[in-house]
């Protein structure tokens, strides 16, 4: 079964893939980072693969957390992983773009030639331009990409409710359904509505902070059409 693009937002997806080097990395997105096509295919080798590398794998090396070490299921993960050999990474979204940051390193990393092979034969697909030993950042082409976005008349993005400061993602359509004219400035934007306090907000366009409605005067909004 494959991942859906409404999957890949609610799930916290662990992937594994390989840098041009062959050593292993793993990649949590947490609902925002970009999840490569190879990955979505099949649910069940995703499956597979976080059983192995949690579970399965040996114990080969030391690892060292670049991060505050907390009692969590990330660090844990990390902790886990980077002591058998592997690099580990976690979702960042930063100026729009949705990247891996590392997060933790092994002292000795293993390769794709010490994977059994029925493990290494669903790697083989995951090879990623980046060199892991050097790069701090993996950047990777989502699965659903823009294009399809477009087609599609949707695109999902980040916003903070302006009330209760809760971040969450929402889907804006291609078309904006209000401008804003404002000191003598065009806010481009859609109406929503915050999944953690149900307020109406406004989203404006290239700007994170949702905002309240109510900072505006009527007459400078137009509505073009009423949303949902
Ligand atoms: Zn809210």
Same mark, same amino acid.
């Given at each position: ?90 979702? /960042? *979204? ?11 390193? !092994? %002292?000795?990393? &293993? =390769? ?90 406004? /989203? *404006? ?11 505006? !005067? %009527?007459?400078? &909004? =137009? ?6």
């Amino acid at each position: 079964m494959k991942f859906s693009e409404t999957d890949l937002i609610c799930e916290d997806i662990m992937w594994f893939g390989i840098d041009k080097n062959g050593y292993i990395f793993e990649c949590t997105s947490a609902g925002v980072g970009n999840v490569p096509s190879f990955v979505c295919e099949s649910r069940e080798e995703t499956d597979m693969l976080e059983e192995y590398f949690l579970n399965t794998a040996a114990k080969t090396t030391v690892g060292k957390i670049l991060i505050k070490d907390e009692e969590n299921d990330l660090c844990n993960d990390c902790k886990t992983l980077s002591s058998k050999g592997i690099f580990c990474y976690d979702a /960042v *979204i930063e100026d729009n773009h949705h990247d891996y940051i590392k997060i933790a390193e !092994p %002292e000795e990393p &293993i =390769t794709i030639n010490d994977l059994p092979d029925k493990i290494k034969s669903i790697m083989e697909s995951h090879k990623v331009d980046v060199d892991v030993t050097t790069e701090i950042d993996i950047n990777v082409q989502h699965a659903y990409s823009d294009e399809e976005e477009q087609d599609s008349g949707y695109r999902f993005r980040q916003v903070i409710c302006p009330f209760c400061k809760h971040q969450y993602m929402t889907r804006v359509y291609n078309e904006y359904d209000l401008i804003i004219k404002h000191n003598g400035e065009l806010l481009y934007g859609w109406k929503d509505r915050c999944t953690k306090c149900d307020s109406w907000i406004y /989203v *404006i366009d290239n700007q994170l902070e949702g905002v309240d409605p109510s900072s505006f !005067p %009527e007459d400078e &909004i =137009t509505e073009h059409f009423i949303l949902r």
